[in-house]
T-cell receptor
Framework: AQKVTQAQTEISVVEKEDVTLDCVYETRDTTYYLFWYKQPPSGELVFLIR??????QNEISGRYSWNFQKSTSSFNFTITASQVVDSAVYFCALSASGTYKYIFGTGTRLKVLA | KAGVTQTPRYLIKTRGQQVTLSCSPISGHRSVSWYQQTPGQGLQFLFE???????NKGNFPGRFSGRQFSNSRSEMNVSTLELGDSALYLC????????????FGPGTRLTVT
């Protein structure tokens, strides 16, 4: 069975704080893909990053960074120096090699307070 | 490049009616997936189409159906609407599915009264 768990339902931080959103996944496949999406209040999901199971390198893009660890089946997302515009619901998703569907976590609502 | 478009954006229907939602993927994308998003259940996968073929289906009753046309545009249909079908229906397109990121449309907000 495939599953994505985002245990943090809601996080509130003050602007300029760093925040990490957790994502734990389950799959028996050796080839799989992990994604993060952002859903701002406007409602449209925005793609942030894709990572395949063979690439465990961490990635940094501006204030965003991702830490992929196969040993703990985690793909965590860190926002450095958070801003009010980062306020959104963030979803982690998994796509395994044997299926054509994406499994989404329940999302983490991030509130960044000015 | 134009993004994923969905029509209509908002819809109000009565129980027992049926509804058809439309999705136009990004040009060149052949995979289209549909999701239902509700506050209680989150994002739930409905089905995925590629080159007019349904490759996977989620755990939804047969009242939910879809199809894809030769130009990759897709429609989903819900028959005999129930109050619980009220949700945001999202369409996503990708180059070929699975390994590729999906790009989402703005969604259709369906309210069933």
């Amino acid at each position: 069975a495939q599953k994505v768990t985002q245990a943090q339902t809601e996080i509130s931080v003050v602007e300029k704080e760093d925040v990490t959103l957790d994502c734990v996944y389950e799959t028996r496949d050796t080839t799989y893909y992990l994604f993060w999406y952002k859903q701002p209040p406007s409602g449209e999901l925005v793609f942030l990053i894709r990572r395949n199971s063979f690439d465990e390198q961490n990635e940094i893009s501006g204030r965003y960074s991702w830490n992929f660890q196969k040993s703990t089946s985690s793909f965590n997302f860190t926002i450095t120096a958070s801003q009010v515009v980062d306020s959104a619901v963030y979803f982690c998703a998994l796509s395994a090699s044997g299926t054509y569907k994406y499994i989404f976590g329940t999302g983490t609502r991030l509130k960044v307070l000015a | 490049k134009a993004g994923v478009t969905q029509t209509p954006r908002y819809l109000i229907k009565t129980r027992g009616q049926q509804v058809t939602l439309s999705c136009s993927p990004i040009s060149g994308h052949r995979s289209v997936s549909w999701y239902q998003q509700t506050p209680g259940q989150g994002l739930q996968f409905l089905f995925e189409y590629f080159s007019e073929t349904q490759r996977n289906k989620g755990n939804f009753p047969g009242r939910f159906s879809g199809r894809q046309f030769s130009n990759s545009r897709s429609e989903m249909n819900v028959s005999t609407l129930e109050l619980g079908d009220s949700a945001l229906y999202l369409c996503a397109s990708s180059f070929s599915g699975r390994a590729y990121e999906q790009y989402f449309g703005p969604g259709t907000r369906l309210t069933v009264t």
